[in-house]
Each structure stands twice: as structure tokens, then as C-alpha cells.
């Protein structure tokens, strides 16, 4: 009760508040949105889908129709020039009866005599009648392919006695250049072999020659791009000039007996381009990271003062003590082992030339060989200092070691793999040698060889 209460004093009292928004043109919207009916398509677009159909229909069909049309009417043609070419003898023609081996119808050459014997043919009328019969096409015609034309029948010299040996050898010596023309342009159609017909043959490639020549075209002038590794060992040697001192002799036999060549890794973006003969060059740019452990142990003794230390200790006939502390003086022996990982980072730039030999159709032999440009090399680590001191070290960025214009050679032997028409896989073997890595004017000389497991991927760009 006390609810309708509360509902009816809201209802009066804000029954009269005014409201900015047209909530009657609002609704009337609504409704006006909500029974709008949805529009329906005109018969128009079925009419023009029922048109595309049938357009669509025509056009997959009009190729056969378009096939067999143009040979018929190419032969209506060349038969009505032929009737238009033969003379007529006492209004009547004759009629010539042709079938696919000739020579042993002698049942059409005795039915061509009684009928030309009937009308009072002679040989001589009958030889210059110049009929024409379809089966010449294939003599008078060069540019039809003899493998459809149907076959053609020699002409019979001469004829005598009022009979003819072979009637469906009566051809005339030639046809008109229109009558030639229309069955030059004849289509080429698909017929059965016709017995007594000769049909020149042609020898094809072999299917492997033939796609072994393909591949070859496409691979001749094509650009290719590619990502390879390596991994592998290297080898030092380090070597006093001849202006060097012993001293220098003796620190370089302690560094080599205290560093000891480990692992080398590279990784490069690879730019080739190919030529005739299966010859290529190739460039890029490498990184090349080599380390080195240098382990130094030795022992040392030295004296080490240690204060406030006990040094006297004065005991009296009361039983009392006293002690006196001071500095002390020790001897210390201390065994020390010191292990520092070198490295060298070295950015080159590769410029060679191979060849490559395509074994099967998806593997094929890969040799390069060229220089290498190192136009970055940076040094980190530590080495001996001297010759005799322990514990002392010299770091690897004070020494004379080339920053730039590092000169090398490379050779390399490969095998590719063909993963797709683009896409192929290289595996082998590499070495590469360094003749001097410090600067010209050093003391002594470094040379570096490295020999290196290779994989690689490769990627024909273009066609």
C-alpha cells in the first residue's frame, strides 16, 4: 500500500516535467524503421543471371563447333571449285570413286569402264578433263601437315583403249591459288592413320635431355641470394721478424705454449650471379668469430707483514704473563692459474668464382675459390706481457693487430641439393688462410688457417 503510494506522488509530481527530446517523433521513427519491408531483387537480375548462363554455356562449347565448322566448310569449298573447274562432256560428269587402297578396288575400275564405254568416252577426252579430286590436297598443299592430309594416288600416264587402269588416279596436274589458299588455312585435326598412307615421323629428345636442357636455360644469366654457416678448427702460427730480438723469440715460444686455438664460427648473406657454361661469381659479406684460450700457472713465494701480532711473551715467578704484539714478517707461497678466453671478430667481404656440374636433376657438384677482404677485425683478451715476468699481461687491443685491409684466400667444394625449382641446399667443406693478420711494420707476423664444415641455402630470384 505504501508502495502505490510512493508510485503515485512520483508520477504526479514529475508527470509535468518537461522533456527537451520528441519522444512522439521518436517513436513514430521506430516504427516507421522497424516495418519497413525488405526490398525484393526485380526480375531484371534473374533475367541477366539466366543470360550469364547461358553466355558461360555457348562460350565453353563454341571451341568444338568453331573445330568441326571451318574443315567442313573448307571442303564444301575446295568440292565446288573442283566442280567449277572440271568441263562437262555431253552435260554429264564423271564420277570418280576413291577409297583407301586403290590399287586393289578392281571392282570400281570395271564399273568407271562400263560407264565411260556407255556414254562413248574416249581416253583422250576423259585424260584432258582435269578433274580434281580432294585427294590431291596433300600434293599441291606444302603447308598442311601431312599427318592429317588424306593420302594422295599417283597419276596414271596415259590411258588407252577407251579404259582407264585406275580411275581414281585421274587428278588434275594442279589446283588454283584461291582453291590452295582456303585448304592451306584449313584447322589441323586428329585423324586415325589411313592405311596406304605414308606418315613422316619425327624423333624427339629424350624426356631426361629435354628437361635436363630446361633446367639449364632457366639456371643460364639467373640471380640467386643465400644464407650459410660454418663451423670448424683453426690453426696459428706466430713468427719473429727478422729485426726482432730474443727476448721477443722467447715471448713469442711462451705465448704459443700458453695459448691454445679453439673453434671458429662464421655466418654470411651470400649474393651470386650465374653464367653460360655453368661458371658463376659470388660475393657477400661474412662474420667470422675465432676463439682462443690463453691458461697461465705459476707459483710465487713472497714475504707478507702481518701487524699486531703477538712477537714476545714474558712469563714471571708470580705467575703472571705478558705478551708484547707487534708487526711479523711471513713468507707466503701462493700457486695461481689464470684462464682468459680471447676472441676475434672479423667482418670480410668475399669475391669469387666457380663452377658448378649438375650430377643428376636434383644434385649437383659446387667449387669456388677467390679472396677475402677483411675490412674489420677486432681483437679482445689478454697475453703475456714478457717474456719472463708472472702475472703480468698485455691486452690483445694495445698490440699491432690490423683493424682493417686484412687479405686472405678461400677454397670450397660443396654439394647442392634441389629442394624445389627455387629453394636448393648446399653441404661441404671449406678452408681459408690469412698470411699475416698484424700490421706490416710489427715485430713479428700471425697467420691463421681455418677449416670449416659448410650448409648453406640458396634462392633463385626471377624467372
Avoid at 584461291?178 to 592405311?195: K, T
Avoid at 661441404?428 to 659448410?454: C, D, M, W
Wanted: proline share 4%; glycine share 8%.
Amino acid at each position: 500500500m505504501q508502495k502505490d503510494r510512493l508510485e503515485e506522488k512520483l508520477r504526479t509530481s514529475l508527470g509535468n516535467y518537461p522533456s527537451p527530446m520528441d519522444l512522439e517523433g521518436a517513436w513514430s521513427k521506430l516504427e516507421r524503421t522497424r516495418n519497413q519491408r525488405k526490398k525484393r531483387r526485380g526480375a531484371w537480375f534473374w533475367w541477366l543471371g539466366a543470360a550469364g548462363m547461358i553466355l558461360c554455356l555457348f562460350i565453353f562449347l563454341l571451341p568444338d563447333a568453331l573445330d568441326d565448322g571451318p574443315a567442313i566448310d573448307a571442303i564444301a569449298t575446295a568440292k565446288s571449285e573442283e566442280d567449277k573447274l572440271a568441263p562437262t562432256v555431253n552435260s554429264q560428269k564423271i564420277k570418280t570413286t576413291s577409297t583407301l587402297e586403290p590399287k586393289n578396288s578392281t571392282e570400281a575400275k570395271n564399273s568407271m569402264q562400263r560407264e565411260l564405254r556407255g556414254k562413248g568416252q574416249t581416253a583422250s577426252q576423259s585424260a584432258g578433263q582435269g578433274v580434281t579430286s580432294f585427294a590431291s590436297v596433300s600434293q599441291e598443299s606444302p603447308t598442311v601437315d601431312n599427318r592429317y592430309a588424306v593420302p594422295a594416288f599417283k597419276k596414271s600416264p596415259e590411258i588407252e583403249g577407251g579404259a582407264i587402269d585406275d580411275p581414281s588416279s585421274v587428278y588434275s596436274s594442279s589446283l588454283t591459288s584461291p582453291v590452295r589458299q582456303r585448304l592451306a588455312n584449313l584447322p589441323s585435326r586428329s585423324f586415325l592413320p589411313l592405311s596406304g598412307s605414308q606418315v613422316e615421323g619425327f624423333t624427339a629428345l629424350a624426356l631426361k635431355e629435354a628437361l635436363s636442357r630446361r633446367t639449364r636455360r632457366q639456371s643460364d644469366g639467373a640471380w640467386w641470394i643465400g644464407f650459410s654457416s660454418t663451423a670448424g678448427i683453426q690453426q696459428r702460427t706466430l713468427k719473429a721478424s727478422t729485426a726482432s730480438t730474443a727476448e721477443l723469440a722467447s715471448l713469442l715460444t711462451r705465448r704459443e705454449g700458453s695459448e691454445t686455438v679453439m673453434e671458429a664460427y662464421s655466418f654470411s648473406f651470400d649474393v651470386r650471379k650465374d653464367f653460360r657454361s655453368n661458371w658463376y661469381v659470388q660475393t657477400g659479406i661474412r662474420h667470422q668469430v675465432a676463439f682462443e684460450r690463453f691458461e697461465d700457472q705459476y707459483e710465487r713465494t713472497f714475504d707478507k707483514v702481518l701487524e699486531d701480532q703477538v712477537t714476545e711473551i714474558i712469563q714471571r715467578a708470580d705467575g703472571t704473563t705478558t705478551e708484547i704484539r707487534g708487526e711479523v714478517t711471513v713468507p707466503v707461497t701462493e700457486s695461481v692459474k689464470t684462464v682468459i678466453y680471447n676472441t676475434q671478430n672479423l667482418t670480410e667481404l668475399p669475391m669469387l668464382v666457380g663452377y658448378r656440374q649438375q650430377l643428376t636433376r636434383s644434385i649437383g657438384l659446387d667449387l669456388n675459390l677467390g679472396v677475402l677482404y677483411g675490412f674489420v677485425q677486432r681483437k679482445e683478451g689478454k697475453v703475456h706481457a714478457d717474456a719472463n715476468a708472472i702475472g703480468e699481461y698485455q691486452s690483445l687491443a694495445q698490440m699491432p693487430y690490423r683493424q682493417s685491409n686484412l687479405w686472405g684466400a678461400q677454397v670450397q667444394g660443396a654439394i647442392s641439393y634441389r629442394l624445389s625449382e627455387r629453394w636448393r641446399f648446399l653441404g661441404g667443406v671449406q678452408a681459408k688462410a690469412y698470411p699475416n693478420t698484424v700490421k706490416a711494420n710489427a715485430a713479428f707476423q700471425e697467420r691463421q688457417i681455418l677449416f670449416n664444415g659448410l650448409i648453406g641455402l640458396q634462392f633463385q630470384l626471377g624467372q
